[in-house]
């Protein structure tokens, strides 16, 4: 009994596997039993038989990718401290994952959104709540890292959470579509420079005074004509 137990989350975990690269290439919607059924050698009744549904399956498949990106790029995000750190740990993991992704047609989510947005139904349900706890996520580390002093409090943090969405998008076009090999150096430069723009007004003046009390104490250059 257990070894059909172990056997039959193999095999599931299998069909879930070829689904989800399959569906990046083609999409959730292009996702077929057919095309599972022929590349995995197996029955399409035993392609759906641990889903009992290809709505299921196709879910399943969207688990999955979200799965990968969480553990590539959130959870080196949560490792780091909460904040500033984390976000800096986050673009990091985040460019390395569009620079390198596992998927053949890049970034997943990002892919399934363009497909799903104006297709109702459970599984855009399912990406939205994903899209939405991701965005939340990211705006919970900038609000932790005003409260910490790190990003001025003035910042609206869905406005930066907008705009490294937004870059990482690009990113992920121009490596897919472009072939642009600078694109995700280019996406990271970006968003940390976006970070950078918003650090508190007060440690920006503060580093300009230290520059000025620096360059006051500097010795004066020799004056008059050299000996020749």
Same mark, same amino acid.
């Given at each position: 009994? +257990?070894?059909?137990?172990?056997? !039959?989350?193999? #095999?599931?975990? &299998?069909?879930?596997? #070829?689904?989800?690269? *399959? ?12 095309? =599972? ?16 549904? +290809? !709505?299921? =399956? ?11 990106? %969480? ?6 995000? &949560? ?13 990091? !993991? ?15 989510? #990002? ?13 855009? %349900? ?14 919970? *580390?900038? #609000? /932790? ?5 790190? =990003? ?23 490596? *897919?579509?472009?072939?642009?090999? +600078?694109?995700?150096?280019?996406? &990271? ?9 918003? +650090?508190?007004?007060?440690? /920006? *003046? ?23």
């Amino acid at each position: 009994m +257990r070894k059909s137990v172990e056997e !039959a989350r193999r #095999t599931r975990e &299998r069909i879930v596997e #070829t689904a989800v690269h *399959q569906a990046s290439g083609l999409g959730l919607s292009g996702l077929t039993i057919g095309a =599972l059924a022929e590349a995995l050698d197996m029955s399409k009744a035993g392609v759906v038989g641990p889903f009992g549904s +290809r !709505a299921e =399956l196709q879910l399943s498949a969207l688990d999955r990718a979200v799965e990968m990106f %969480t553990t590539a790029v959130v959870a080196p995000g &949560r490792a780091a401290e909460p904040g500033l750190a984390c976000l800096h740990a986050v673009i990091d !993991a985040w460019c390395d994952y569009l620079a390198d992704s596992p998927f053949p047609n890049g970034c997943f989510v #990002t892919a399934a959104s363009c497909e799903l947005d104006g297709r109702p139904g459970e599984l855009r %349900t399912r990406l939205q709540d994903v899209v939405v706890r991701w965005r939340r996520f990211l705006a919970e *580390q900038i #609000t /932790t890292a005003q409260t910490a002093g790190d =990003l001025d409090p003035r910042l609206e943090p869905e406005d930066l959470v907008s705009l490294l969405s937004g870059l990482a998008m690009a990113a992920n076009q121009e490596i *897919q579509l472009l072939g642009d090999e +600078r694109a995700a150096p280019r996406a &990271r430069r970006l968003m940390r420079t976006a970070l950078a723009a918003h +650090r508190p007004q007060m440690q /920006t *003046q503060g580093q300009t005074q230290a520059r000025v009390q620096t360059q006051a104490q500097a010795p004066a250059p020799p004056s008059g004509r050299t000996a020749s």
